[in-house]
């Protein structure tokens, strides 16, 4: 597995921006799936954006036209832009990547590496 490490998270006002950003060591995000989760307090994990090996993305219903996942191969970097957020977009966020493409791109299973977790706060 990867070692994932996540930053840029912290807390904004409703309509607020963030960029999060998740660095990886070892093997690069070049040919590997990547995604964004996130998670509250006694709730299951969701997904957020994904982002396959062959180049498509998926995001939830809920991000869809706020937020963008992205990666620069270069420096090896997940990112994902959150604009326009709202309240309900608080939680700890995660990266998760896996070598290989994922047929369920947000089920938590289907990825082998994850990182620490980061939280997003968005206060009203």
């Known amino acids: 597995a990867e070692e994932l490490v996540e930053s840029g998270g912290g807390s904004v006002q409703t309509g607020g921006s963030l960029r999060l950003s998740c660095a990886a060591s070892g093997s690069t995000y070049d040919t590997f799936s990547v995604a964004w989760f996130r998670q509250d307090p006694g709730k299951e994990r969701e997904g957020v954006a994904a982002?396959?090996?062959?180049?498509?993305?998926t995001y939830a219903d809920s991000v869809k036209g706020r937020f963008t996942i992205s990666k620069d191969k270069a420096k090896n970097i997940l990112y994902l832009q959150m604009n326009s957020l709202r309240p309900e977009d608080t939680a700890t966020y995660y990266c998760a990547a896996d070598a290989y493409h994922v047929w369920r791109p947000f089920e938590p299973n289907e990825y082998r590496s994850w990182g620490q977790g980061i939280q997003v706060t968005v206060s009203s």
């Open positions: 982002l396959d090996s062959d180049g498509t993305t």
